[in-house]
Structure formats: structure tokens, C-alpha cells
């Protein structure tokens, strides 16, 4: 199992272009969430999803989309890319389910720079 | 929302010391609390969690203990190990999958 990958792993954009954060999973776990990490503030919640064709906004959803169209793929989406967004993205996934762990694995992360 | 606090920010130990880290929260609703450890450019991975209807868990090295009434938990790392050094965050959940972290320690474990 590759477990949880994502792609790039750097990326830059200049302010207002568009890219797609890629994640992927093999482990056919329901749940995946996308979390940024800054410094100081820990990793907030952007966007969720408990299923395929299912999808909820976190803490921090702003100048972001998502959809999951399959129980393996879940890409981030930023809309027009602003220096604010200059972070750590990380993609998680989880069985989350009774009787099954709730334990949330977490891809190796994309250094996204805006400028 | 639940609001996580995580003190302290960096903490460096002596090798063979213990660490101890503290959590906050503010949801009295919070059931689920898991320790996540984030090596160098690498993603955080579970290290140990607790619920609300247990106090204390424990797990080789590491425990998280639990206060509902405080709304506090903490993780002791005993007998501190270089492999330790590292940036540690706490969470809390009501609903499992939705974590909200603290701001993470940096341990750093003097050899």
C-alpha cells in the first residue's frame, strides 16, 4: 500500500492563477479531509468528506473547493490563488467508523508559495 | 468551534528526562483526543489517543491523561530519546473526524 500520496510536493503560483492539490488513497477508507498547516497555529481543516459524492467545509473553507467523485481521490482546488494561501496542505484519510480506528493518516504535505 | 490550547510552544529536555505536554479545549461536548507527532517534512502520524469515559491510557513510553472537569489532557514522554525530538499536537473531536488541533510543542531531546 502506498497509503496516502499527494502531488506536487512544492509548488508556486503567482496571485489569481488556479492549480488542483492532488490526493489519493488505497486503503479504501471513507474519510478524507484537507488540512493546512502555518506556523503558530497548528493544522486547520479546510475541507472534509465521510464519502464518495460527499463533501462538507471545515474551519478555514475560503478561496477553496473540493469534490470526491470516487472513494480514492479527493483534489483541493484553489479558485484564484492569493499570498494568503502561502502553506502546508496536507491530505488525510481515515476508516472512521464503529468498530474501525479512528486514526487519521496523513499524506507527506505540498509547500504551496503564492507571491 | 472547539478551540484547542497547547502549551508550552518549544520545550528541550535532557536525554533520559521526562517531557509533558498540556492541552486545553473549550467544547465540554469534545470526546475524542488523540497526540499526533510530526517529524521534519514529513505529515503528523497518531502516537496515542483517549476518550472521555477513560482517564488515563498508556502506551511503553508515552500516557495522555484526561480531566473532563478541567477540560485538560496531557501527554507524558518518559525516559526521552533523541527519535523524540519532533513537533507534537494535541486534538479534540466530538465527532472523531473533524480534529481540531492545538498550535503543536517542539520537543527537542538533548543528547
Known amino acids: 500500500n502506498a497509503g496516502v500520496t499527494q502531488t506536487p510536493k512544492f509548488q508556486v503560483l503567482k496571485t489569481g492563477q488556479s492549480m488542483t492539490l492532488q490526493c489519493a488513497q488505497d486503503?479504501?477508507?471513507?474519510?478524507m479531509s484537507w488540512y493546512r498547516q502555518d506556523p503558530g497555529m497548528g493544522l486547520r481543516l479546510i475541507h472534509y468528506s465521510v464519502g464518495a459524492g460527499i463533501t462538507d467545509q471545515g474551519e478555514v473553507p475560503n478561496g477553496y473547493n473540493v469534490s470526491r467523485s470516487t472513494t480514492e481521490d479527493f483534489p483541493l482546488r484553489l479558485l484564484s490563488a492569493a499570498p494568503s494561501q502561502t502553506s502546508v496542505y496536507f491530505c488525510?484519510?481515515?476508516?472512521?467508523?464503529?468498530?474501525?480506528?479512528?486514526?487519521?493518516?496523513f499524506g507527506p504535505g505540498t509547500r504551496l508559495t503564492v507571491t | 468551534g472547539e478551540n484547542v490550547e497547547q502549551h508550552p510552544s518549544t520545550l528541550s529536555v535532557q536525554e533520559g528526562d521526562s517531557a509533558v505536554i498540556k492541552c486545553t479545549y473549550s467544547?465540554?461536548?469534545?470526546?475524542?483526543f488523540p497526540w499526533y507527532k510530526q517529524e521534519l517534512g514529513k505529515g503528523p502520524q497518531l502516537i496515542i489517543d483517549i476518550r472521555s469515559n477513560v482517564g488515563e491510557k498508556k502506551d511503553q513510553r508515552i500516557a495522555v491523561t484526561l480531566n473532563k472537569t478541567a477540560k485538560h489532557f496531557s501527554l507524558h514522554i518518559t525516559e526521552t530519546q533523541p527519535e523524540d525530538s519532533a513537533v507534537y499536537f494535541c486534538a479534540a473531536s466530538k465527532n472523531d473526524y473533524k480534529l481540531s488541533f492545538g498550535a503543536g510543542t517542539t520537543v527537542t531531546v538533548r543528547a
Open positions: 467544547d465540554s461536548a469534545s470526546n475524542y
Open positions: 488525510a484519510s481515515s476508516p472512521n467508523g464503529p468498530g474501525l480506528s479512528y486514526e487519521q493518516y
Open positions: 486503503m479504501n477508507h471513507e474519510y
